[in-house]
């Protein structure tokens, strides 16, 4: 009884569905912060939580899931680097562009929106980044700028040369990084510190939402779209997209980056991405640092039976790399022929999907996602652009359908401490 009023509380303070962690999470953090009081009595616990802001704070501490890394799904990042070359400067002769992380956890996502930005040209002087977050604890680590090796994930960490040096319990971030980026404790829900802000360029807002229930979605979706300016860039995580699509946002139709638009008008960036520009097009399996240039050769190995495993990550690799310099064309003709060659795999429809996706042809993309999720029922990129292609299609209850299934599969995910 007093579990839910917990959980309830929390939702109301915090937005926290308790069912996406799991009841059972609410619970042990309850039974935690019993111990850390040396209470035993969980009603007398409740009245010091209502009463006191602080026991609050220190229950939010125990609930959240500060899970981040550095260029977490990456293609986020090589894309606000385009549409900072490719619109804003071309618009903004001068002045600063605006960037906010909500929640940026313990910093890694606003530090890689910095890096990306310098690694892309962009001097330090013309961008500033927000940071906010509604633990204290994570806001005090984003603070401090050291890592240990949790934050650095995948293989391409040429960016930890560039701006990191050792120290004694991991990397040190430099401070022309750390400049860039102003952190604040902050809630996504609660309206005080937003007065006077608005006009963000891009907003980063991941793997927050999928621990909302509906309604606080729809209110979280809300505020975004108040602080995003007209043509700004929102970025969600990968299975948050299809939340998106009934609050007259729109799918910017960058692959993977998971961004959407107040503005639908086509800009620049959509037009040129139509006509075979660069587009990142990455996987899990292949996330590479927006600034890395790879040189590839574009004829595919020969397939060998005997290794097909290993002979279908090397082309995908290499297909990924394709798709990289903006070689859409020459993507898609490698993966068909070597999808051919190869027993088929949810991992390949779900790239030529991408691909399709990628020059605009929906209906094929489409269908290559549902091949996918025919391989992979539990492929949740797949699921996720699918319920984006059925809603450029019109279909707005199918993608419905497909968004509450990627949903479920990530709460399960979740609670088997997958996903
Ligand atoms: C999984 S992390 C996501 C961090 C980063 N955006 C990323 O995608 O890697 C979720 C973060 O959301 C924060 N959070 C949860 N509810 C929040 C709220 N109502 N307002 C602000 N931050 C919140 C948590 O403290 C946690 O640090």
Redesign the pocket.
């Known amino acids: 009884m007093v579990y839910s009023r917990v959980a309830a509380l929390l939702k109301e303070k ?3 569905d308790a069912e996406s962690i799991g009841v059972a999470s609410v619970e042990r953090a309850v039974r935690r912060r019993l111990a850390a009081l040396g209470l035993e009595d969980v009603q007398v616990y409740w009245e010091r939580l209502i009463s006191a802001e602080q026991e609050l704070q220190e229950l939010i501490e125990a609930v ?6 550095f260029f ?1 799904d990456s293609e986020a990042f090589a894309a606000l680097v385009r549409m900072v070359r490719e619109e804003w400067l071309a618009t903004h002769a001068e002045g600063t562009l605006r960037i906010l ?5 313990t910093g ?2 606003p530090f890689s929106v910095a890096m990306a930005l310098l690694d892309g040209g962009l001097p330090s002087s013309r961008f500033h980044i927000d940071a ?4 204290t604890r ?1 806001i005090g680590w984003a603070e401090r700028g050291v890592y240990g090796k949790n934050s650095f994930r995948g293989n391409d960490l040429g960016f930890r040369d560039r701006y990191f040096e050792a120290a004694e319990r991991g990397y040190r971030l430099s401070d022309a990084v750390r400049r860039q980026v102003q952190f604040r404790h ?4 609660s309206a005080g510190w937003l007065h006077g802000a608005h006009g963000y360029d891009a907003i ?1 807002c ?3 939402l999928i ?1 909302f229930d509906r309604v606080t979605q729809c209110r979280a979706v809300e505020v975004l779209g108040r602080l995003l300016s007209p043509s700004g860039l929102l970025f969600v ?1 990968p299975s948050e997209a299809g939340l998106l699509l009934d609050h007259g946002l729109a799918s910017a139709g960058i692959p993977l980056a998971f961004a959407f638009r107040r503005n639908v008008e086509p800009g620049p960036h959509r037009r040129s991405r139509r006509t075979g520009s660069p587009a990142a097009i990455l996987t899990r399996t292949n996330r590479s640092h927006p600034s890395k240039s790879a040189s590839i050769s574009p004829s595919p190995p020969k397939p060998n039976p005997a290794a097909n495993v290993a002979v279908a990550e090397h082309w995908m690799e290499q297909a990924h790399r394709l798709a990289n310099q903006g070689k859409l064309v020459e993507a898609l003709e490698y993966c068909e022929r070597n999808a051919d060659c190869e027993p088929p795999s949810a991992e390949t429809h779900h790239l030529i999907g991408l691909l399709h996706d990628a020059a605009g042809r929906v209906r094929e993309a489409a269908e290559h996602y549902r091949k996918a999720l025919y391989l992979d029922p539990q492929h949740s990129e797949a699921l996720a652009h699918l319920a984006v292609a059925l809603q450029k299609q019109g279909d707005a209850l199918g993608a419905q359908r497909l968004l509450e299934r990627a949903n479920r599969r990530l709460s399960e995910g979740r609670s088997t401490g997958r996903g």
């Open positions: 915090m937005g926290l959240v899931i500060p899970e981040t890394w977490r992380s909500l929640p940026c956890s890694e996502e906010i977050d509604i633990s994570a902050g809630n996504l829900l980063f991941r793997n927050v621990y995580g």
